[in-house]
């Protein structure tokens, strides 16, 4: 970091000028202990440079603490890359997993990867605010060294975090407890947002639909596994092919192993480092693992045989850009794989594969899912937070589709 031989100023023009965003106020600390506090200046042609300072040169003499004072974009800059580089780190997920579990039952690996994905990729497009938000969720203290930068993270922050990111249904998100859910539709083509409509059933959008224009061009809707949502594609979308959303079909197969794993064996299912390792995918496990886990699922043939019919399913339904005459050969093995399950105590998630049939094979030849539309959801929630709520849904909606929308958005507002 660059230093600048400048006598610090004192502490009551510290406290006499005014705030402005720093994103690390209040956690930066030098290698003896000693705080760092927020300073700027404005130079003559109105440029105004911000800089740490160490408290210890404002109360005794410049040079005292040993540290220069740092400017702030320099700092922080090098602690969101420190932090990202955490998150992104491979080995993350697997220590994370059993912490984010206890304090939210209802996640698995799935749901946190999501949510993790979704944090680093709208990250640049956050205000600074919310920025600075998560960054104190997440970071206890920054300790500086005239020659190193240590970061703190904080206990179960990056855990909280993710609670706070979980995704929601892709086609429906909440809006108020008075009006419940609203309906997003999204332009995959263009990744923007389409329209937002309160209500989810089809009676609820049913006015809106019948006056939609150009609902005979749309040739393929992305969607989870909701036969609601289904029957309206069908009645008001008739030229268009439903494809199933690959990340809710793969939740749907461990949710039901899952449960049946709980009427086999209900203490093993309690142990979250063996859960973790049951709810991941066989080929990213290491050598270690796969052995602990071999050894477990020796003791029970039939949960062993769950477990790779599991694993060989989610093998098919990963599969994505595939041609024609492969997926031609493998459909076959498919639907043998799905006749196994109707076999076996888990009739249940068969049937719902067998009514989803042509949706989820539908898979294989798109690259497209509701990942964009997760990131939206992402989007819109900060838009609600900032605004500290909206009570009329149609301010909302205009918020919505100014940031998210196309260019298209002024003919239909």
């Not at 993710?162 to 998100?173: A, D, G, I, N, T």
Request: proline letters at 5%; one cysteine or more.
């Amino acid at each position: 970091m660059a230093s600048t031989e400048c006598c610090a100023p004192s502490r009551s023009l510290i406290d006499r000028l005014p705030r402005f965003p720093y994103l690390l106020k209040g956690i930066v600390f030098g290698n003896d202990g000693r705080a760092l506090s927020p300073w700027h200046t404005t130079k003559k042609n109105g440029r105004r440079y911000r800089y740490y300072v160490p408290q210890r040169d404002a109360k005794e003499h410049a040079g005292a603490s040993g540290l220069p004072r740092l400017p702030a974009a320099e700092l922080e800059s090098a602690v969101l890359d420190q932090l990202r580089a955490i998150l992104r780190a491979p080995n993350l997920l697997g220590e994370m997993l059993p912490q984010a579990i206890k304090l939210d039952p209802t996640l698995d690996e799935a749901k946190i990867t999501v949510a993790m994905t979704r944090l680093d990729a709208i990250w640049d497009q956050l205000f600074p605010a919310e920025q600075t938000r998560i960054v104190m969720l997440l970071v206890e203290k920054v300790i500086v060294s005239p020659n190193d930068l240590e970061v703190r993270l904080r206990a179960n922050g990056i855990e909280r975090l993710v609670l706070e990111l979980r995704p929601e249904p892709v086609e429906q998100h909440f809006f108020t407890r008075k009006k419940g859910y609203a309906t997003t539709l999204v332009d995959l083509k263009n990744h923007k947002v389409f329209d937002v409509v309160l209500g989810r059933s089809e009676a609820s959008l049913r006015s809106y639909l019948r006056r939609l224009p150009g609902k005979e061009n749309v040739r393929v809707i992305v969607m989870d596994l909701s036969e609601t949502y289904r029957r309206i594609a069908q009645q008001y979308f008739p030229n268009a092919m439903i494809v199933a959303d690959r990340f809710h079909v793969i939740r749907l197969v461990n949710q039901h192993f899952l449960k049946l794993w709980q009427q086999y064996d209900p203490e093993g299912r309690k142990n979250r480092g063996l859960l973790s390792l049951m709810r991941r995918h066989h080929w990213r496990l290491s050598a270690v693992q796969k052995e602990r886990l071999h050894q477990y699922l020796a003791q029970s043939p039939v949960l062993k045989a769950l477990y790779f019919a599991k694993q060989q399913l989610n093998g098919f339904l990963t599969l994505r850009m595939t041609h024609r005459e492969r997926a031609s050969k493998m459909l076959p093995k498919f639907l043998a794989l799905i006749r196994q399950f109707e076999q076996s105590p888990a009739k249940a998630l068969a049937n719902t594969l067998i009514s989803w049939l042509e949706p989820i094979v539908r898979m294989w030849r798109f690259s497209k899912s509701n990942g964009i539309t997760e990131g939206f959801h992402t989007k819109m929630e900060m838009l609600s937070r900032r605004a500290y709520g909206f009570r009329n849904f149609e301010n909302y909606r205009l918020r919505v589709l100014a940031q998210c929308g196309w260019n298209g958005v002024i003919n239909r507002v």
